[in-house]
């Protein structure tokens, strides 16, 4: 049986979304899906790359280590985002490390046994292709998001993709009432990603309180005013 959970994060990867529907079942036929515990390492930067990897539940982070001891956090991986696509050059090696953050699913295959149905069918190269030009398009959009916004719009528009991703998995419209979104990592690695201080965090979630944005614990956020915050994230609205 085709596990589902893993289909619908290899259909919202970007590297292998341009593949059809027959070949992402393929796909997750001849890898695995396996539940890691936070802390977990799945592999070490200089190990030899054999397996690509897709984030089906849970936080994973790419890092590079530093000191003994220590690690340059780089980027948080969220469900539908891979790691390890080093592994499908020949005889290569991870440029980075990675770690289970929360606990986590994963889906894994070998390079070896990817590169075999690559090599039967050169169509699949080319959705390939299509997948990461996609990648790379929005790689370059979050960058371009990154110089242009202010802290404060770089967070709302974090917070909306999650609303859109709730109303997505729950097949819902976005709507405009009160909502209540998960983060999928910490706070620290949150100012991380979009590139700024804890402190600098705190200061632009205060500026979203009058968009009724507001902590509930440690991982959830509430979002009063969801039109409202889309309204301020627009590209045209005033920093």
Avoid: W
Avoid at 23 to 45: C, I, N
Wanted: aromatic share 6%.
């Amino acid at each position: 049986m085709i596990d589902s959970a893993a289909l619908a994060a290899i259909r919202h990867n970007p590297l292998l979304s341009g593949l059809g529907d027959a070949e992402q079942s393929v796909l997750v036929s001849l890898g695995a899906t396996t539940r890691h515990p936070a802390g977990t390492v799945l592999y070490e930067r200089g190990d030899a790359a054999r397996h690509l990897y897709v984030v089906v539940e849970g936080t994973i982070a790419l890092y590079v280590p530093d000191e003994p001891g220590t690690t340059v956090p780089l980027y948080p991986l969220s469900p539908g985002d891979s790691a390890g696509e080093e592994s499908l050059a020949p005889d290569s090696h991870y440029d980075m490390s990675a770690r289970v953050i929360t606990d986590a699913v994963v889906f894994s295959i070998e390079s070896r046994r990817l590169s075999r149905l690559l090599d039967q069918r050169f169509d699949l190269v080319l959705g390939m292709l299509v997948g990461m030009s996609t990648r790379l398009r929005g790689l370059v959009r979050e960058i371009t998001a990154l110089k242009m916004a202010s802290t404060a719009e770089r967070l709302g528009i974090f917070l909306l993709e999650l609303v859109e991703a709730r109303a997505s998995s729950r097949h819902e419209g976005k709507g405009d009432g009160r909502i209540v979104v998960t983060l999928p990592f910490s706070k620290q690695m949150l100012a991380q990603k979009l590139g700024m201080q804890p402190e600098s965090l705190s200061r632009a979630f205060g500026k979203l309180r009058r968009f009724g944005v507001q902590g509930a614990g440690q991982t959830q956020v509430v979002i009063g005013d969801p039109a409202g915050l889309r309204a301020f994230c627009q590209p045209e609205s005033p920093t």
